[in-house]
Antibody, heavy 119, light 106 residues
Framework: QVQLVQSGAEVKKPGASVKVSCKAS????????IQWVRQAPGQGLEWMGWINSNSGAAKYAEKFQARVTMSRDKTTSTAYMELSSLRSDDTAVYYC????????????WGQGTTVSVSS | SYELTQPPSVSVSPGQTATITCSGVKMGETFVCWYQQKPGQSPLLVIYQDTERPSGIPERFSGSNAGNTATLTITGTQAMDEADYYCQAWDSNTGVFGTGTKVTVL
């Protein structure tokens, strides 16, 4: 079946970086985009950006432009989101989600990865 | 930055209609999606391209988009529909989520 499986929970110190993986299966990975969305505790959803799984082109939210890098490995059907210079307010659940090339809707979501940032 | 405003909460009796609005200055210029999220779960796409339902989403979920407001309507609301709902739209390939609405089925 179509699914996205994310890497496990992370605990980081302020100033460190985190890299979350999202492994796709059950569909043609290059044919879709991967979106990244985060949710701080008790808060709403926040869009971080997308990556074209075929070309590797990415679009980031302005808020994260200087700190985020999205990448993919077509050989393993895996997308990655790396966030640097972590702060306590980066503590959140990070989700990856599949979207069409027309950005028509995120129809398959990963289970989420909890990233905790604390000194 | 582009903002999408939703009412914080909506209460509805079982079997009645729940209406959730999403307001933004560019709503009429972009397609809108709606996501349902239950506690401890990943979001679920319930409406895409303003009015379309993904496979497996019940017919009681419908959407519209006109002027500066998109609307998600749940007709004949069931207890299982109690959740947070988020609208989502695009502004020059930049995504934005609405502030979210908690639907309570009383």
């Amino acid at each position: 079946q179509v699914q996205l499986v994310q890497s496990g929970a992370e605990v980081k110190k302020p100033g460190a970086s985190v890299k979350v993986s999202c492994k796709a299966s059950g569909y043609s990975f290059p044919g879709y985009y991967i979106q990244w969305v985060r949710q701080a505790p008790g808060q709403g959803l926040e869009w971080m950006g997308w990556i074209n799984s075929n070309s590797g082109a990415a679009k980031y939210a302005e808020k994260f432009q200087a700190r985020v890098t999205m990448s993919r490995d077509k050989t393993t059907s895996t997308a990655y989101m790396e966030l640097s210079s972590l702060r306590s307010d980066d503590t959140a659940v990070y989700y990856c989600a599949r979207d069409t090339v027309a950005l028509s809707g995120m129809d398959v979501w990963g289970q989420g990865t909890t990233v905790s940032v604390s000194s | 930055s582009y903002e999408l405003t939703q009412p914080p909460s909506v209460s509805v009796s079982p079997g009645q209609t729940a209406t959730i609005t999403c307001s933004g200055v560019k709503m009429g210029e972009t397609f809108v999606c709606w996501y349902q999220q239950k506690p401890g779960q990943s979001p679920l796409l319930v409406i895409y391209q303003d009015t379309e339902r993904p496979s497996g989403i019940p017919e009681r979920f419908s959407g519209s988009n006109a002027g500066n407001t998109a609307t998600l309507t749940i007709t004949g609301t069931q207890a299982m529909d109690e959740a947070d709902y988020y609208c989502q739209a695009w502004d020059s390939n930049t995504g934005v989520f609405g502030t979210g609405t908690k639907v309570t089925v009383l």
